[in-house]
């Protein structure tokens, strides 16, 4: 495969729109932006470069250190060091992440894993305040974004079940308990910081589903904040359609072509954005508005 197609592919995978893809895009990016700085480091005997850009993306504690780096509260979710570690997250994203993305949609997907990696950010912040010395100075890793994911995800749909490996079919309820379990009764045998951020996660996972099953969507915000950009297609659109005079007789006139299609239109580019009609769809849209 030459590089022009291992492009292409990227590309590909990226266009599809999955929010997913994405999100695993980055943090392989990240890995290996690590990883080769911290080769670097290994060949060249200074470690100056790796270790400083691994300050500045690792969540910092306690709250001194991380007031001086609180960007640290996002980049951290999105950096690994050790291959395992990155590997294994990556792999439950991708199997968890487009699980709930199937049920609960793509647009949702990036606001609860920010929300949960900062539910398990703050929780290991206020884990070093209260019990200094337990816990270390930074932690990096998306596996409390994850948990939370895979939690709301087995909280909506807790009888679904998953083929494993050696194990067979297992419910979705029973394999997010037993990695909750393990992970607090792994507590002592330490990272103890790392585990309990990942209960931060778990939490907030659970009371997403909850607190949405009751009417509440608390990813609602960032979803606004996310959606600008469709916001600005739909009202581009509205301005470039706007009748030039009297909005009534550009109504009689398209009523007199199609009315129906008029409306189909109308209602695919409110849905979906003006992107998404085709060529002719346009070119007969932009015909109907310019009548007067």
Same mark, same amino acid.
């Given at each position: 495969m030459?590089?022009?197609?291992?492009?292409?592919?990227?590309?590909?995978?990226?266009?599809?729109?999955?929010?997913?893809?994405?999100?695993?895009?980055?943090?392989?990016?990240?890995?290996?932006?690590?990883?080769?700085?911290?080769?670097?480091?290994?060949?060249?005997?200074?470690?100056?470069?790796?270790?400083?850009?691994?300050?500045? %993306? =690792? $969540?910092?504690?306690?709250?001194?250190?991380? #007031?001086?780096? *609180?960007? /640290?509260? &996002?980049?951290?979710?999105?950096? +690994?060091?050790?291959?395992?570690?990155?590997?294994?997250?990556?792999?439950?994203?991708?199997?968890?992440?487009?699980?709930?993305?199937?049920?609960?949609?793509?647009?949702?997907?990036?606001?609860?894993?920010?929300l949960?990696?900062?539910?398990?950010?703050?929780?290991?912040?206020?884990?070093?305040?209260?019990?200094?010395?337990?816990?270390?100075?930074?932690?990096?890793?998306?596996?409390?974004?994850?948990?939370?994911?895979?939690?709301?995800?087995?909280?909506?749909?807790?009888?679904?079940?998953?083929?494993?490996?050696?194990?067979?079919?297992?419910k979705?309820?029973? %394999? =997010? $308990?037993?990695?909750?379990?393990?992970?607090? #009764?792994?507590? *002592?045998? /330490?990272? &103890?910081?790392?585990?309990?951020? +990942?209960?931060?996660?778990?939490?907030?996972?659970?009371?997403?589903?909850?607190?949405?099953?009751?009417?509440?969507?608390?990813c609602?915000?960032?979803?606004?904040?996310?959606?600008?950009?469709?916001?600005?297609?739909?009202?581009?659109v509205?301005?470039?359609?706007?009748?030039?005079?009297?909005?009534?007789?550009?109504?009689?006139?398209?009523?007199?072509?199609?009315?129906?299609?008029?409306?189909?239109?109308?209602?695919?580019?409110?849905?979906k954005?003006?992107?998404?009609l085709?060529?002719?769809?346009k070119?007969w849209?932009?015909?109907?508005?310019?009548?007067?």
């Amino acid at each position: 495969m030459n590089g022009t197609s291992f492009q292409s592919d990227i590309r590909y995978w990226l266009r599809q729109g999955n929010t997913v893809n994405y999100l695993l895009f980055w943090n392989i990016v990240i890995f290996l932006g690590l990883n080769i700085l911290r080769l670097i480091a290994f060949l060249t005997k200074q470690p100056t470069p790796f270790e400083w850009t691994y300050q500045q %993306l =690792a $969540m910092n504690v306690p709250l001194g250190a991380f #007031i001086l780096k *609180p960007w /640290g509260l &996002i980049t951290y979710m999105f950096t +690994h060091v050790e291959i395992f570690h990155a590997l294994f997250n990556m792999i439950n994203l991708y199997w968890f992440g487009n699980l709930f993305r199937d049920f609960l949609g793509n647009k949702r997907v990036l606001p609860l894993y920010l929300l949960g990696g900062i539910a398990g950010g703050l929780l290991y912040l206020l884990s070093a305040s209260l019990f200094p010395g337990y816990v270390g100075t930074t932690m990096v890793g998306a596996s409390a974004a994850i948990m939370c994911i895979l939690v709301a995800a087995a909280t909506l749909m807790p009888n679904f079940e998953i083929g494993l490996m050696f194990l067979g079919s297992v419910k979705l309820k029973w %394999l =997010a $308990m037993a990695l909750v379990v393990l992970g607090l #009764i792994s507590i *002592p045998n /330490g990272n &103890i910081g790392g585990l309990i951020s +990942h209960m931060g996660g778990s939490l907030l996972g659970f009371l997403y589903i909850r607190t949405l099953q009751a009417g509440t969507d608390l990813c609602q915000p960032l979803i606004w904040l996310f959606d600008f950009r469709n916001r600005r297609q739909q009202q581009a659109v509205t301005r470039k359609f706007k009748p030039k005079k009297s909005p009534l007789k550009v109504v009689k006139k398209a009523e007199d072509r199609d009315p129906s299609r008029l409306d189909q239109l109308l209602d695919k580019i409110n849905e979906k954005g003006y992107n998404s009609l085709s060529a002719e769809e346009k070119a007969w849209l932009d015909k109907v508005s310019k009548e007067n």
